[in-house]
């Protein structure tokens, strides 16, 4: 019997679809949720964490808004409450410049092969990064905020207006900063941007002290006024403000203010939504040429010929001197040290000048710039092994020694110079600028002599994980410290021969003589440094083994 023969059909026709497709913003809510769920999902720890951190935050953000709303009724409430709001903004413009590896969710490139439009995409993670602890502290503080200045019916109806707006701006800045900047914030120089968060937030954090010690007096308090009547036409102290002019009757003010308000959200939707499209639909790096990259090789070459010409150094020293140089643009821990020591070496005086201090401050400069000179070769980590191959002759020790410490004096000269003179000029002390010099260059190269013997005779490994503010790998701390503190004692020791006949002028008052300092100091740094590699150099040629043995454990 056979069998009946097999019928084929057409398949089915798929449904009409009928409006609009599915929205997407419901599935990047879940998303969102879902990320924070995991996240505390990895480790106990990092809960506790994470539960400390929101709890702290939740009790700052709560005492800023109850500081807020007890200012109610005093003068300056409305300067308080434009700076509050401006400062909002700026903090979260910058924090993804500086922590765009903790938030997964800031990277759109990889939602760029899913069949997504960047204008739904746009609307769906807005609303998704409502969702968060950063979200909740700028919704508290916004809100005591308006209520400091809000007075009457209509000034509250205008608050919550404010705040939502505040709260949008905020978070939409965020999100455009991250989306322009996604292909630098992933690159290498991204995360050495992101490894230099700490210095530019302790460098912040100072500013920031200083800006409230002036304000402890009746003139400081007047100064912020005035600057508030600047401030409050920056969005979103804009809308801040508007709450403000409702209450006095302004109506027509405050309209202008919230169009103001509302025009830089739509800027910012739009640079956001154009940043979107361009991540999605332009290449990246990584699908073009080479040929950028020899040009940018070839102007970086162009640049190192400028800062080493040849007929000032040659040799040996100058290839030292232009991979010193790469090092520290290059490698995050080398870049960490400088910048810190470049920051803080600023920020030390302009303390002094701000609270007309002693111009000898700027020493700090000289100071934290020296200190770069120590364990120069345990810094290198294993890559002092293609170093060492070249170091066969006490000649070829002494020019690798030479060539790192001009490359440090090359960075330090012209900056401590800079730094001492601009806090000379500015704190009214102009005649101390020579021995002040004098004893920053004695300073400078006492370091940098006694930096180069104790690279030698006392290295220690560095961690390499590339963590910028690692001091030490495991069992190293003795070192470091011995390398840290008697490095600097030792160094100030070396600069007595300068600082006593200088302390003796101004004790027997010969104060027209204290310009020799400058000269005086500046030929004791040079001889001290030039003694220091002189007596260094053979011992770096036996100490060779060691020193390998050391760098290799980083």
């Excluded at 097999?6 to 969102?32: C, E, H, M, N, Q």
């Excluded at 490894?195 to 308090?221: E, P, T, Y």
């Excluded at 002759?393 to 401590?416: K, N, Q």
């Excluded at 006949?501 to 500046?522: D, F, K, S």
Aim: contains cysteine; proline residues 6%; aromatic residues 6%.
């Amino acid at each position: 019997m056979s069998a009946a023969p097999a019928v084929f059909t057409d398949p089915p026709a798929p449904a009409p679809r009928s409006g609009r497709p599915a929205s997407i913003t419901p599935v990047f809510v879940r998303l969102k949720l879902s990320l924070l769920r995991n996240g505390l999902r990895q480790s106990r720890g990092r809960t506790v964490g994470w539960s400390i951190g929101v709890a702290f935050a939740m009790l700052y953000a709560l005492g800023n808004g109850a500081a807020m709303i007890a200012l109610r009724d005093n003068d300056y409430a409305p300067a308080a409450a434009i700076t509050v709001a401006v400062v909002l903004g700026v903090g979260w413009t910058v924090m993804p410049l500086f922590f765009f590896g903790g938030d997964d969710t800031l990277d759109p490139t990889r939602l760029s092969m899913l069949p997504l439009r960047p204008r739904p995409l746009v609307t769906a993670l807005i609303v998704s990064s409502l969702i968060g602890v950063g979200p909740l502290f700028t919704l508290l503080v916004a809100t005591g905020t308006v209520i400091a200045v809000a007075h009457g019916v209509a000034a509250a109806v205008v608050a919550v207006l404010a705040v939502a707006l505040t709260l949008l701006l905020c978070v939409a800045l965020s999100r455009a900063v991250a989306a322009a900047n996604t292909r630098l914030l992933t690159s290498r120089k991204g995360r050495d941007l992101a490894v230099l968060s700490g210095v530019f937030i302790a460098v912040g954090a100072q500013l920031i002290n200083l800006g409230a010690n002036s304000l402890s007096s009746d003139d400081g308090l007047h100064r912020a006024s005035s600057t508030a009547d600047v401030l409050r036409w920056i969005p979103p102290a804009t809308a801040v403000d508007a709450v403000r002019s409702t209450g006095r009757g302004a109506y027509g003010l405050a309209a202008v203010q919230l169009a103001v308000t509302v025009l830089a959200l739509g800027l910012v939707l739009r640079w956001w939504y154009l940043s979107l499209f361009k991540l999605m639909v332009s290449p990246d790096a990584s699908t073009l040429q080479g040929e950028p990259e020899r040009t940018a090789g070839a102007s970086r070459t162009r640049s190192l010929s400028v800062l080493l010409p040849t007929r000032l150094v040659a040799g040996r020293t100058r290839p030292v001197m232009e991979r010193q140089l790469r090092y520290m643009w290059r490698d995050p821990r080398a870049k960490a040290s400088l910048v810190t020591g470049l920051a803080v070496g600023l920020l030390l005086p302009l303390v002094a000048v701000v609270q007309h201090g002693t111009v000898y401050q700027c020493l700090w400069a000289a100071g934290l710039l020296g200190m770069q000179m120590y364990n120069q070769f345990g810094m290198d980590g294993s890559s002092f092994w293609t170093v060492a191959a070249t170091i066969g002759t006490r000649r070829d020790a002494g020019l690798e020694l030479r060539g790192r410490a001009l490359t440090l004096a090359l960075i330090a000269v012209p900056y401590v110079t800079v730094v001492t003179a601009g806090a000379a000029v500015l704190l009214g002390r102009v005649e101390a600028l020579p021995e002040t010099l004098g004893l920053a260059f004695a300073f400078l190269g006492s370091l940098i002599a006694t930096g180069a013997y104790a690279s030698v005779r006392y290295p220690y490994a560095v961690p390499g994980d590339n963590n910028p503010f690692a001091n030490g790998a495991p069992g190293q701390g003795g070192l470091v410290a011995l390398n840290l503190f008697g490095g600097t004692a030792s160094g100030a020791g070396l600069c007595l021969p300068v600082l006593v006949p200088v302390i003796v002028l101004h004790v027997t008052g010969h104060h027209g003589l204290l310009w020799l300092a400058l000269p005086v100091g500046a030929l004791y740094g040079i001889a001290m440094a030039a003694a220091s590699l002189h007596f260094t150099a053979p011992r770096l040629l036996d100490r060779l083994p060691e020193i390998l043995a050391v760098s290799s454990k980083g």
